[in-house]
């Protein structure tokens, strides 16, 4: 217990600290320059807290229901707190392809994106190096190692990927027809179950930055193999649900293809 209840004060604290920059950000930086700082943090608090929940899991100190429950939790709070931030490169280029966004742009909230991630990463091998957990002092023995995430073959964990970001963006697409109330819920609550269903073969994480700060540093596969896993899987997901919804049901139906006008959220796994 006592394990868990230092994880949970770190969580609130990061989620804090990257509310405060959010802050800060959207007073001082001029013009729309705001929004490269505001993903960069988000970007950060995803990841950093994934790191903390990650090493939780992996230590069997909790079970999973209560492992469950704080990815439902922990995916509120982003969705919450994020303010329209995607953290997920998918989220640029699908505003790249509506016209929201030119290609540079997305370019640079992408290597925003990718620093945050590797930000998040030393700043958890710091706290980690702390010793304020004895789950953390285990850590540090091992030399803050972590092993091969994937439970399944290459290809099956592939698989994975692309029909959790498949799933998470046909979510993100109609959840405008719920109440507004239920709509965090309901995109937390699909998370959540995907988590659950395929966790144990890729990690269910569908969200290739946060995949390259959590997964990309642990051994068992090579870079490529992860990149084939981690990047190509979520981006041919996200792109097959948005062909499949706006492009092949509108024309089989006889209707007109008008871009969706959603909001893109978050779409990230936190355990």
Not at 34 to 55: G, M, N, V
Not at 147 to 160: K, W
Request: charged share 15%; with cysteine.
């Amino acid at each position: 217990m006592a394990d868990l209840a230092v994880s949970l004060a770190l969580l609130g604290a990061t989620v804090l600290l990257s509310e405060a920059t959010r802050r800060a950000a959207a007073r001082l930086s001029p013009g729309d320059y705001w929004i490269y700082l505001l993903e960069a943090a988000s970007t950060f608090q995803l990841c950093l807290c994934t790191h903390e929940l990650k090493l939780l899991g992996e230590s069997g100190q909790v079970e999973p229901p209560v492992g469950l429950t704080l990815t439902y939790t922990m995916t509120v709070i982003h969705i919450l707190s994020f303010r329209g931030a995607s953290c997920n490169p998918n989220g640029a280029l699908e505003s790249v392809y509506r016209g929201s966004a030119s290609v540079q742009g997305a370019a640079v909230i992408i290597a925003g994106q990718f620093v945050a991630a590797v930000a998040a990463q030393f700043a958890a091998a710091s706290v980690w190096s702390l010793g304020l957990s004895d789950l953390h002092l285990r850590h540090q023995r091992f030399g803050f190692r972590c092993f091969d995430p994937l439970g399944g073959t290459v290809v099956e964990a592939a698989a994975v990927e692309l029909a959790c970001a498949f799933t998470v963006q046909a979510a993100v697409l109609h959840v405008h027809k719920l109440d507004e109330k239920l709509r965090v819920h309901a995109i937390a609550a699909v998370i959540t179950t995907l988590v659950y269903a395929g966790g144990s073969i890729s990690g269910a994480v569908f969200n290739p930055v946060l995949a390259f700060s959590i997964q990309f540093p642990c051994s068992g596969h090579t870079y490529l193999e992860y990149c084939f896993v981690y990047w190509l899987g979520p981006v041919l997901g996200m792109a097959s649900c948005i062909l499949l919804f706006e492009k092949i049901i509108p024309f089989l139906s006889g209707k007109s293809t008008v871009a969706l006008d959603v909001p893109v959220v978050q779409k990230e796994k936190t355990l």
